[in-house]
């Protein structure tokens, strides 16, 4: 099995990532789903387009890029305010809980490029992170798993 699984496997069986099940996430999927398909896109691209990437951070990055413990449909939270917040708030939440290297740092921390037009992409990994992350948003938004 390669690396991606195995880690992406452990992280699924996670308590503090289990927690993001509770949540929903673009209308049909919850956050913990979400994350997961954001994994496995970002996977699929980096086989497809033939790159050498880091998979454990890969896996670990996609999977905590949206690592944050609050309903974004709560009439608290602005939508403009969580777009341009919730990666550093999901960067705060995974780095009390896990030892991460600056790769997953950047994954989680740049995962909403380019509305955080300051928080580049600094790796292949947070790159594809990035772009697998909108192509799942939209996906979901519009009721496909």
Same mark, same amino acid.
């Given at each position: 099995?390669?690396?991606?699984?195995?880690?992406?496997?452990?992280?699924?069986?996670?308590?503090?990532?289990?927690?993001?099940?509770?949540?929903?996430?673009?209308?049909?999927?919850?956050?913990?789903?979400?994350?997961?398909?954001?994994?496995?896109c970002?996977?699929?691209?980096?086989?497809?387009l033939?790159?050498?990437?880091?998979?454990?951070?890969?896996?670990?990055?996609?999977?905590?890029?949206?690592?944050?413990?609050?309903?974004t449909?709560?009439?608290?939270?602005?939508?403009?305010? !969580?777009?341009i $917040?919730?990666? *550093?708030? /999901? +960067?705060?939440?995974? %780095?009390?809980? #896990?030892?991460?290297?600056?790769?997953?740092r950047?994954?989680?921390?740049?995962?909403?490029w380019?509305?955080?037009?300051? !928080?580049?992409? $600094?790796s292949? *990994?947070? /790159? +594809?992170?990035?772009? %697998?992350?909108? #192509?799942?948003?939209?996906?979901e938004?519009?009721?496909?798993?």
């Open positions: 099995m390669d690396e991606f699984f195995v880690v992406l496997n452990d992280l699924q069986n996670d308590d503090h990532v289990t927690k993001l099940k509770r949540f929903r996430q673009h209308r049909v999927t919850t956050r913990f789903d979400h994350s997961r398909n954001v994994a496995i970002s996977y699929k691209i980096s086989k497809k033939r790159l050498k990437i880091d998979e454990s951070a890969l896996a670990r990055g996609a999977m905590l890029h949206d690592f944050f413990m609050y309903d449909r709560s009439k608290e939270v602005n939508a403009y305010k !969580h777009g $917040k919730h990666a *550093e708030i /999901a +960067l705060e939440n995974a %780095a009390m809980l #896990y030892s991460l290297s600056p790769v997953e950047n994954i989680i921390y740049s995962h909403m380019p509305l955080n037009i300051t !928080h580049l992409p $600094k292949k *990994e947070a /790159a +594809l992170v990035c772009v %697998a992350d909108k #192509y799942c948003a939209v996906k938004f519009f009721g496909k798993k």
